[in-house]
Every structure is written in C-alpha cells, then in structure tokens.
C-alpha cells in the first residue's frame, strides 16, 4: 500500500489538467498548464491558449449554459485534433503491417 507522502510532486500532464477540470477544479488545472508551459517551451503557446478558455469558461457570464456547451465542443474539438495527430503518426505503421 502507498502512502501519499507530501513531498511526491504533482502529477504534470495534460491529462490531469483534464481530470481535474472535469472536476471543476479549474484552478488547480490552470496551475499544471503553466507549469507545462515552462517545462514544454515548444507547447506554451498551445497551453496558454487552455488557460485562456478555462477563465473564459469560468469567468461569470449571463449565459453559463451555452457557454458550458461551447466549452465541451472546443475541449471535443482539440481531443480530436490530438487523436487525429496520433493515427497520422501510426500510419506508417499500419501499411508496413498490412504489406506484410
């Protein structure tokens, strides 16, 4: 059995800035994307961009609903984007398999 011991550091990845943004933690998600920005220069642009729609999403507005769904259609939006990236990568892969 693990023990959570407090100086364990944080899990950094986008996909716990996901998790705890389904959580409604915006704030924390917010804090991992800026300390991804800094260990991934090459992304801080993609994740200041997240941080930027988190405060737009979470900021108080008229409408919450219909900026909840426009919220989930960007975060479906740049999911798909992400696995689209992922089956160009296995391509490749794929027709090497099917020659074979």
Do not use: G
Not at 28 to 37: N, V
Not at 50 to 66: D, G, L, R, V, W
């Amino acid at each position: 059995m693990q023990t959570n011991d407090s100086s364990t550091p944080p899990i950094l990845t986008e996909t716990m800035a996901q998790l705890l943004l389904d959580q409604r933690h915006w704030r924390e998600a917010i804090d991992i994307y800026r300390k991804l920005a800094l260990q991934n220069p090459e992304k801080a642009e993609v994740y200041q961009k997240e941080i930027s729609q988190i405060k737009e999403y979470f900021k108080p507005h008229s409408n919450p609903e219909a900026l909840k769904k426009t919220f989930r259609i960007q975060q479906k939006i740049t999911r798909l984007k992400n696995l689209l990236k992922v089956v160009e990568k296995q391509q490749p892969d794929i027709r090497k398999q099917r020659s074979s």
